[in-house]
């Protein structure tokens, strides 16, 4: 007898490795990346809207005139010119930040594995929101970690049902290893944790000496309502470990992206971080630290923000046009995405399919925001990376197929 | 003389798209290997241009699911009198729809788990959901809900019990227009590959899920699931199976390679679940799998296909 496995290095693998998944979207990305397919699916910010002439001055003035620094090894934590760039972006949200608590990391992703590589041992218990990032999940997964997800609302976090989780966590004996939030125009909800909750999350940090993970890549992308404090800057007792990255202000190609965090994890996750890759791309950071000194990089944002709030807007307008009742979805102030919660008996990844096959529209099926696969009747709206015409030709398409369902399932009941 | 000239079709819109380009790569790169001239045609609207344009000898179709493997493609290549590997149109369609496939077995006598089809009409316009209760009945839970469209795993849902019906019905009804509801049986998963101008049955392969039969995910995600082959069965049972596939096979008029999915159960009965015309090519199919373990290597087994496409003609 041959018991053949599909893959003969399967013997060879780390344990860790089989927690690894791919998502249903990966598996339909084929499909719904054909170019007839209005996409609402996935967080493509706006590169086309780049000024081409600025990039082509600056890649010359490296090449001219930095080429060899640009293309040399260069410091772990990244050079200290990217920090100053960061301090500025910093600065722009009201919160003050040093140099020495500063990493630069290939993408915000890095911050997020960084920090689970550091600090989670297999089985160790993590928090995060529900949904969470989908994006973190892998990250979470691949070290092993016990996710406990607990429910958002309009306001963000839960802080009661957090409250509960985490008491009986400590009445267990079981202290988290981090609290994973992303409190501006959260992905995949679109939701802002209100000012209360951000007081209060800091307020438990500090009584119980817990670490806050705030990832915070869409915080400069709010279109209206009053900015809200980091959660660094209402810390004062160094729990909260801050992430970001230039992708949503500048380029995701770029590939750069920081953490902020106490001198000691930071120490740690210089190790990390030379394990995983020695360091940030030079000639990446070269581009960004010359082109905060010769433009203005907010301009650049203003010139974004002011095309995704048109983008919100047309997708707002069609929802409310075009969707049943039954449905209901936020109203991001800002970042890319809007989440939609429909009736509970529609799985959004069945009907992925049939958005995709019949009327060439995708979106992201819920379900990616849970560990566990549950959310499944919700979706992911991205409103960033389609022009305003198709955002709404692509709500009517995917309304159509809703109510086919909602039809469906009417008749199923008898009724 | 100079080389044949074959045009290899994959990609399309299914949403088997992913998996038909990796099966239309590996089979161009066959193809090359045995010094054919190859030209791949990523389908589109341009595919009948195209064809018209490279007037191959033959073409070798590594679609799976909607267009590629339910008699469309087949009707164009018809038509524009290019000889193309696999099934021709009739099969194509009578396989690609399980209902059909079905009632076509029984008719010939096959065993097939019993079942009951409904498309969307029957639910919306004609008050099918009052026969779910005798369906219960009937199959007794659970009851396996699929699309009739068959192709993909996508879509298949068990129901447990009356209440689950819906949300199954609404999943399933979400790859096609017409589903079927399945009585469950348990038991071995076996896979058999059938090859050649003068059909012939490959070794057996049982599929064997490592973790819960109903984790679908699982029994299709690669290393998540065991592949013996050849399957551990007494030569006189592996005997039965491998002359119910090749029947299966005639029965629905299929030719060049396809597989035959059947179940054991528990007593040593078979039941026929379903046939696949365009089986995949990637690393992880299984009909390179069961041809391999026969000593027929990748570039044979594709060389085999388009040679009983070309000499059928």
Known sequence: MTRIDFDKYEEFYAKRTGAMRSSVMRDLMAVTAMPDVISLAGGMPNTSSFPAKTLDKITHEIAMHGAAAALQYGPTEGFDETKENIIEVMAEENTLVERENIIVTTGGQQGIDLVTRILVNPGDTVIAEAPTYPGAIPSFCSFEADVIQVPLDDDGLRMDLFKEVLGKLLKAGTKPKFIYVIPDFHNPAGVCLSFERRQELVALAKEHQLIIVEDNPYGQLRFEGEALPTLYSLDDDDNVIYLSTFSKILSPGIRLGWIVAPAPLLAKFNLGKQAADLCPSTFAQKIVNRYFEQARWQDYVDTVRDIYHKRRDAMLTALDEYFPEEAIWTHPQGGFYIWVTLPDYINTTDLLALAVEEEKVAFVPGAGGWVDGSGANHMRLAFCGVPEDKIEEGIKRLAKVIREQMVLYRALQGE | ?313
């Open chain 2, 1 to 313: 003389m100079s080389k044949k000239k074959i045009a290899v079709l994959k990609g399309g819109r299914s949403l088997e798209r992913e998996i038909s380009l990796k099966s239309g790569a590996r089979v161009e790169k066959a193809l090359k290997a045995l010094g054919y001239s190859v030209d791949v045609i990523d389908v589109d609207v341009r595919m009948v241009k195209r064809l018209k344009e490279i007037k191959p000898d033959a073409a070798f179709i590594a679609m799976h699911g909607r267009s590629g493997e339910d008699g469309t493609v087949q009707e164009l290549l018809d038509i524009l009198g290019i000889p193309y590997t696999g099934s021709n149109v009739l099969p194509s369609i009578r396989c690609m729809d399980k209902v059909l496939t079905k009632h076509i077995l029984v008719a010939d006598g096959i065993p097939t788990p019993r079942f009951y089809a409904f498309n969307r009409d029957a639910f919306q316009e004609l008050g099918a959901t009052d026969t779910l209760p005798i369906i219960g009945e009937e199959l007794g839970y659970p009851i396996v809900v699929k699309p009739a469209a068959q192709g993909s795993a996508l879509g298949i849902r068990f129901a447990h019990e009356e209440s689950e019906l819906p949300a199954a019905l609404i999943s399933a009804f979400s790859f096609d227009n017409k589903v079927l509801l399945e009585k469950y049986i348990k038991g071995k998963e076996l896979a058999v590959s059938i090859l050649g101008r003068e059909p012939r049955a490959l070794p057996i392969v049982e599929v064997r899920p490592k973790t819960d039969f109903f984790d679908f995910e699982s029994r299709y995600t690669l290393g998540k699931a065991d592949y013996i082959v050849p399957a551990e069965l007494s030569p006189e049972v592996a005997a039965d199976i491998e002359s119910l596939s090749l029947k299966v096979f005639e029965s629905l008029g299929c030719s060049g390679f396809g597989r035959v999915d059947i179940l054991m159960d528990e007593s040593d009965g078979l039941q026929v679940l379903e046939i696949n015309t365009i089986p995949g090519f990637t690393e992880t199919s299984l009909l390179p799998m069961a041809a391999q373990a026969t000593g027929i290597g990748f570039n044979e087994l594709v060389e085999e296909i388009l040679l009983c496409a070309m000499e059928g003609q």
